[in-house]
């Protein structure tokens, strides 16, 4: 990997702070927050801190420790917005837009409600 690319890696610069996020969970390994363009409410992306690009670079380790998260995430999207049921998207090559590994958490609703803010998700999320 060219280093140039990890320094202007969107993701990277959400991992080390210098641009915002709604933060749902957080560790050493991972930052977990919600998508800016949701497809819908709660939509959440877990990040590994380290820069992998995708699934074939990311080891496996590390790997498990997201699926662990996203088990631990789903729970508190039930417990705070109710959700009932999980898909989960995982991008590469041609399919991926942000070159930083991902896994899109979409939540599921029994009714679901128009697409709110992401600030009135993440409010509701930490209340
Ligand atoms: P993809 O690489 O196609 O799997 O998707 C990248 C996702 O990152 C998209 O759903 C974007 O809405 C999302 N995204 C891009 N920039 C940000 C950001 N600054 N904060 C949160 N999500 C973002
Ligand atoms: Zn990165």
């Given at each position: 990997m060219n280093m140039g690319d990890k320094m202007e890696c969107i993701f990277c610069k959400i991992v080390n702070g210098e641009i915002p996020s709604y933060i749902v969970y957080e560790d050493e390994i991972v930052k977990a927050f919600l998508d800016v363009?949701?497809?819908?409410?709660?939509h959440t992306l877990i990040v590994p801190k380290?820069?992998?690009?995708?699934l074939f670079d990311i080891d496996n380790d590390t790997l498990i420790h997201i699926m662990e998260i996203a088990k631990k995430i789903d729970k508190l999207l039930k417990d705070k917005?109710?959700?009932d049921g999980l898909t989960l998207v995982q991008n590469n090559g041609?399919?991926?837009?942000?070159?930083h590994f991902h896994l899109h958490l979409k939540p599921g609703y029994k009714n679901e409600g128009k697409l709110l803010p992401v600030e009135e998700i993440y409010k509701k999320i930490n209340e």
């Open positions: 363009n949701p497809d819908v409410n709660g380290k820069h992998y690009k995708d917005l109710n959700t041609l399919k991926q837009e942000v070159k």
